[in-house]
């Protein structure tokens, strides 16, 4: 089992900056991609972006390419989400998640593991 656990949400104003951290934990060795989902109330879990654990391939939502950027740290067995330009719609709760293949990362249903999310408002 491999345990994720999200820190750095809060409230920013529009266009602000946040980073989002997710520290992976248990049977880290069998990871190969990580994602990052968002929430809002009254929505759907929504696709944001998704990395490979070894060799750090990208793949981002329309909706966020240009002002997010997902990495990670292989070392310290955390993923980062580096928001930038952040936009009142913008504003849920962000889950990390991960899974041994990397096969349609778009989908929620693709991965095994779930943190328990952390809130993000942009509100002026």
């Known amino acids: 089992q491999v345990q994720l656990v999200e820190s750095g949400g809060g409230l920013v104003q529009p266009g602000g900056s946040l980073r989002l951290s997710c520290a992976a934990s248990?049977?880290?060795?069998?990871?190969?991609?990580m994602g990052w989902f968002r929430q809002a109330p009254g929505k759907e879990r929504e696709f944001v972006a998704a990395i490979t654990w070894i060799d750090g391939v990208t793949y981002y939502a329309d909706s966020v390419k240009g002002r997010f950027t997902i990495s990670r740290d292989n070392a310290k067995n955390t993923v980062y989400l580096q928001m930038n330009s952040l936009k009142p719609e913008d504003t849920a709760v962000y889950y990390c998640?991960?899974?041994?293949?990397?096969?349609?990362?778009?989908?929620?249903?693709?991965?095994?593991?779930w943190g328990q999310g952390t809130q993000v408002t942009v509100s002026s």
């Open positions: 998640a991960s899974d041994r293949i990397w096969r349609n990362v778009w989908r929620a249903e693709s991965y095994g593991s």
């Open positions: 248990g049977r880290t060795f069998s990871i190969y991609v």
